[in-house]
Protein backbone atom coordinates (compact mmCIF):
# COMPACT_ATOMS: atom_id res chain seq x y z
CA UNK A 1 0.00 0.00 0.00
CA UNK A 2 1.53 3.29 -1.13
CA UNK A 3 0.50 6.86 -1.78
CA UNK A 4 1.26 6.72 -5.32
CA UNK A 5 2.01 9.99 -7.71
CA UNK A 6 -1.04 11.23 -9.91
CA UNK A 7 0.04 12.17 -13.61
CA UNK A 8 -1.02 14.81 -15.31
CA UNK A 9 -1.66 15.85 -18.84
CA UNK A 10 -0.59 15.53 -21.36
CA UNK A 11 0.71 12.08 -20.41
CA UNK A 12 0.21 9.91 -23.13
CA UNK A 13 -1.18 6.90 -21.07
CA UNK A 14 -4.20 9.11 -19.95
CA UNK A 15 -5.46 9.54 -23.84
CA UNK A 16 -5.16 5.51 -24.50
CA UNK A 17 -7.79 3.04 -23.68
CA UNK A 18 -7.31 1.15 -20.51
CA UNK A 19 -7.01 -2.91 -20.57
CA UNK A 20 -8.78 -5.22 -18.99
CA UNK A 21 -7.56 -6.35 -16.08
CA UNK A 22 -9.66 -9.72 -15.69
CA UNK A 23 -8.88 -10.67 -12.03
CA UNK A 24 -8.78 -8.44 -8.45
CA UNK A 25 -5.27 -6.90 -7.63
CA UNK A 26 -5.45 -6.01 -4.22
CA UNK A 27 -1.99 -4.44 -4.50
CA UNK A 28 -3.66 -2.12 -7.39
CA UNK A 29 -6.84 -1.48 -5.09
CA UNK A 30 -4.71 -0.62 -1.85
CA UNK A 31 -2.53 2.01 -3.74
CA UNK A 32 -5.92 3.65 -5.27
CA UNK A 33 -7.53 3.61 -2.11
CA UNK A 34 -5.05 5.24 -0.63
CA UNK A 35 -3.73 7.82 -3.30
CA UNK A 36 -7.80 8.92 -3.64
CA UNK A 37 -7.59 9.43 0.29
CA UNK A 38 -4.48 10.75 0.67
CA UNK A 39 -5.30 14.03 -2.30
CA UNK A 40 -7.08 16.83 -1.04
CA UNK A 41 -10.44 16.99 -2.87
CA UNK A 42 -10.74 13.72 -4.20
CA UNK A 43 -13.89 11.41 -4.64
CA UNK A 44 -12.70 9.15 -7.20
CA UNK A 45 -9.20 7.71 -9.24
CA UNK A 46 -8.93 5.70 -12.01
CA UNK A 47 -5.53 3.12 -12.69
CA UNK A 48 -4.25 5.08 -15.02
CA UNK A 49 -3.90 8.04 -13.59
CA UNK A 50 -1.79 6.15 -11.39
CA UNK A 51 0.53 4.81 -14.59
CA UNK A 52 -1.58 1.72 -14.49
CA UNK A 53 -3.12 0.93 -17.84
CA UNK A 54 -5.89 -1.06 -16.31
CA UNK A 55 -9.22 -0.72 -15.83
CA UNK A 56 -9.98 -0.44 -12.02
CA UNK A 57 -11.27 2.54 -10.06
CA UNK A 58 -12.29 3.80 -7.06
CA UNK A 59 -15.01 6.13 -5.69
CA UNK A 60 -16.48 7.48 -2.54
CA UNK A 61 -18.33 10.47 -2.47
CA UNK A 62 -19.62 10.00 0.97
CA UNK A 63 -17.54 12.82 2.85
CA UNK A 64 -17.77 15.26 -0.12
CA UNK A 65 -20.17 18.43 0.44
CA UNK A 66 -22.03 17.27 -2.38
CA UNK A 67 -23.49 14.66 -0.33
CA UNK A 68 -24.79 16.27 2.84
CA UNK A 69 -28.07 14.59 4.33
CA UNK A 70 -27.55 12.23 1.19
CA UNK A 71 -26.63 8.54 1.06
CA UNK A 72 -24.28 6.83 -0.77
CA UNK A 73 -22.43 3.29 -1.76
CA UNK A 74 -19.37 3.98 0.34
CA UNK A 75 -15.90 3.53 -0.47
CA UNK A 76 -16.75 1.64 -4.35
CA UNK A 77 -13.54 -0.54 -5.53
CA UNK A 78 -14.05 -2.29 -9.33
CA UNK A 79 -12.04 -3.83 -11.72
CA UNK A 80 -13.24 -4.16 -15.25
CA UNK A 81 -16.49 -2.00 -15.05
CA UNK A 82 -19.33 -1.81 -17.45
CA UNK A 83 -21.52 1.27 -16.96
CA UNK A 84 -24.87 2.07 -18.34
CA UNK A 85 -26.00 5.28 -18.01
CA UNK A 86 -29.89 6.70 -17.77
CA UNK A 87 -31.74 9.26 -16.30
CA UNK A 88 -31.71 13.36 -17.32
CA UNK A 89 -28.32 14.95 -18.43
CA UNK A 90 -27.03 17.96 -16.69
CA UNK A 91 -24.60 19.97 -16.63
CA UNK A 92 -22.06 20.50 -13.84
CA UNK A 93 -18.61 21.94 -12.79
CA UNK A 94 -15.74 19.14 -12.33
CA UNK A 95 -12.50 19.04 -11.26
CA UNK A 96 -9.69 16.34 -12.22
CA UNK A 97 -6.20 15.52 -10.27
CA UNK A 98 -4.83 15.13 -14.12
CA UNK A 99 -6.04 18.35 -15.34
CA UNK A 100 -4.69 19.91 -12.46
CA UNK A 101 -4.91 23.87 -13.66
CA UNK A 102 -8.57 23.83 -14.96
CA UNK A 103 -12.37 22.93 -13.59
CA UNK A 104 -14.74 22.33 -16.48
CA UNK A 105 -18.00 22.10 -17.04
CA UNK A 106 -19.33 19.01 -18.42
CA UNK A 107 -22.58 17.05 -19.33
CA UNK A 108 -23.18 13.70 -17.50
CA UNK A 109 -26.25 11.29 -16.82
CA UNK A 110 -27.85 12.03 -13.46
CA UNK A 111 -28.17 7.92 -12.92
CA UNK A 112 -25.68 5.27 -14.01
CA UNK A 113 -26.16 0.93 -13.47
CA UNK A 114 -22.33 -0.53 -13.04
CA UNK A 115 -21.41 -3.86 -13.22
CA UNK A 116 -17.97 -5.75 -12.55
CA UNK A 117 -15.62 -7.32 -10.10
CA UNK A 118 -15.39 -6.42 -6.51
CA UNK A 119 -13.05 -6.42 -4.30
CA UNK A 120 -13.55 -9.86 -2.98
CA UNK A 121 -13.47 -11.52 -6.53
CA UNK A 122 -17.34 -11.96 -6.76
CA UNK A 123 -19.85 -9.94 -10.17
CA UNK A 124 -21.12 -6.59 -8.83
CA UNK A 125 -23.69 -4.28 -9.36
CA UNK A 126 -24.01 -0.51 -8.00
CA UNK A 127 -26.30 1.41 -8.51
CA UNK A 128 -25.68 5.34 -8.14
CA UNK A 129 -27.24 8.85 -8.61
CA UNK A 130 -26.46 12.50 -8.91
CA UNK A 131 -23.04 13.26 -7.81
CA UNK A 132 -21.81 9.64 -7.47
CA UNK A 133 -22.90 8.48 -10.82
CA UNK A 134 -21.31 12.23 -11.67
CA UNK A 135 -17.86 10.65 -10.14
CA UNK A 136 -18.43 7.17 -11.83
CA UNK A 137 -18.85 8.38 -15.23
CA UNK A 138 -15.40 11.02 -14.69
CA UNK A 139 -13.82 7.59 -13.71
CA UNK A 140 -14.82 5.18 -16.23
CA UNK A 141 -13.68 7.98 -18.88
CA UNK A 142 -10.48 7.53 -17.85
CA UNK A 143 -10.11 4.29 -18.62
CA UNK A 144 -11.38 5.13 -22.09
CA UNK A 145 -8.55 7.65 -22.26
CA UNK A 146 -10.98 10.42 -21.77
CA UNK A 147 -10.46 13.56 -19.71
CA UNK A 148 -12.90 16.49 -18.49
CA UNK A 149 -11.19 18.90 -21.58
CA UNK A 150 -13.03 15.97 -23.98
CA UNK A 151 -16.36 16.12 -22.30
CA UNK A 152 -16.54 19.97 -21.74
CA UNK A 153 -19.82 21.89 -22.99
CA UNK A 154 -17.78 24.41 -24.96
CA UNK A 155 -15.21 27.30 -24.79
CA UNK A 156 -16.80 28.85 -22.16
CA UNK A 157 -16.99 25.99 -19.95
CA UNK A 158 -13.39 26.32 -18.85
CA UNK A 159 -12.07 27.47 -15.52
CA UNK A 160 -9.23 28.25 -13.75
CA UNK A 161 -8.79 25.75 -10.91
CA UNK A 162 -8.84 27.14 -7.22
CA UNK A 163 -6.08 26.05 -4.73
CA UNK A 164 -7.14 23.32 -2.45
CA UNK A 165 -5.12 23.32 0.91
Known sequence: MSLRNVITIPHP??????????SVSQELADDL??????????????APQIEV???????????HRAMAGKTSNGLIVI??????????????????????????DVERYTNVSVTG??????KC????????ARAIQHEVDHLDGLLILDRVTGP???????VYK
Open 156 to 162: HGIFQRK
Open 33 to 46: VDTMYGSPACVGLA
Open 53 to 63: GLRAFVVDVSK
Open 13 to 22: LLSRVANEIG
Open 79 to 104: FDPIISCRGDREVAREGCMSVPDFTC
Open 125 to 132: HIEAEGFE
Open 117 to 122: IGLDGE
